[in-house]
C-alpha cells in the first residue's frame, strides 16, 4: 500500500492531484490517507508524527512525505528504507526520527527526474511518481544514488512541545508514553497542571488530563471538551514534566 502523510488540507486539489499520479502509473496498490493536515510547514513537529504512526503500518509499505517549505530550493529529495518500510520525501529532518529509531536504514538521494518537473509541486511531480515506481517492485538503486545519511539536526528523541491538535481538540505531543511515569504530573504551556489518567472515562467531565494515545504519544485531553479550546493550546505549545 501507499500511505499519504502530508501538509496538504483536507480541502483543495493538490491531495487529489497526487492521487491521480499514484492512480495512472501504480492503478492496483491501495492508497491510504493517513494525515493530510501534518502541521503546514514545520518537518519538525511533522517528524515526530511520522515516527510514531508509521509503525502501525506493515513492511513493504510505501509512504508518501510530503512537509516541503523548501520546495524548489536546492534540498534533495529522499527514499529511505526503515524497518522494513520505505519513504519518499524532501532530505528537510522530516524522516530524521525514522531513520534515528530503525534499526539499520538506507538512504538514497532521488536522481531521476520526470519529463516535466514544475518548480513548486514535488510531491505530485516528482515524490509521487518514485513512490509509484516503488510500490511497482522498482528498487529504490533504480532511482536513486545511496547515500551514507541525510542531513542530521539536533532534535531531541522526544520533542516536549505540542505537534499536533486532532479533529476533537486533543493535543498530541512529541513526547513518548514510555517515557514518563504515570505519576509524573504534565505542565502544558507553563499554565496549566494535568495529572495522568488511563481514560478519558477514568476523570469527571470537563477535566483535563494526559494520557498516552494508542500510538504511544503523550496527549493532552478534556473529558467531554476539547483540550486546545479549554487550555489555549497550539502547536508548538511546550510541555514539561514536574515532581
Keep these: 500500500m501507499i500511505v499519504l502523510f502530508t501538509d496538504f488540507g483536507l480541502t483543495g486539489p493538490y491531495t487529489g492531484q497526487v492521487q491521480a499520479v499514484l492512480q495512472q502509473l501504480a492503478p492496483s496498490v491501495p492508497v491510504i490517507q ?11 513537529p511533522a517528524a515526530y508524527l511520522l515516527a510514531a504512526y508509521a509503525t502501525w503500518f506493515s513492511a513493504r509499505s510505501i509512504f508518501f512525505c510530503v512537509v516541503d517549505p523548501g520546495v524548489g530550493s536546492a534540498r534533495r529529495g529522499l527514499i529511505v528504507e526503515a524497518d522494513g518500510r520505505l519513504y519518499v520525501g524532501p532530505d528537510n529532518g522530516l524522516f530524521e526520527l ?39 517492485g522498482d528498487a529504490p538503486g533504480m532511482m536513486g544514488s545511496e547515500i551514507y545519511r541525510p542531513t542530521q539536526l539536533e532534535w ?64 493532552i485531553a478534556v473529558n467531554g471538551g476539547r483540550a486546545d479550546r479549554v487550555l489555549g493550546l497550539a502547536i508548538g505549545g511546550a510541555v514539561a514534566v514536574v515532581d
Design 156 to 219: 531531541p528523541d522526544d520533542l516536549f512541545e505540542i505537534v499536533y491538535i486532532d479533529h476533537y481538540g486533543n493535543a498530541l505531543t512529541g513526547v513518548r508514553g514510555d517515557r514518563l511515569a504515570t505519576a509524573n504530573m504534565l505542565v502544558a504551556d507553563s499554565r496549566h497542571r494535568l495529572s495522568h489518567a488511563e481514560t478519558f472515562a477514568a476523570v469527571p467531565a470537563g477535566q483535563a488530563f494526559w494520557y498516552v494515545n494508542s500510538n504511544g504519544l503523550v496527549e
Design 34 to 44: 493517513l494525515f493530510a493536515d501534518a502541521p503546514a510547514g514545520q518537518p519538525k
Design 98 to 136: 525514522v531513520l534515528r529509531r530503525a534499526g539499520s536504514p538506507r538512504c538514497w538521494e532521488i536522481m531521476w527526474r520526470p519529463a516535466t518537473l514544475s518548480a513548486s509541486f514535488h510531491g505530485r511531480d516528482l515524490f509521487a511518481p518514485v513512490a509509484a515506481r516503488l510500490a511497482r
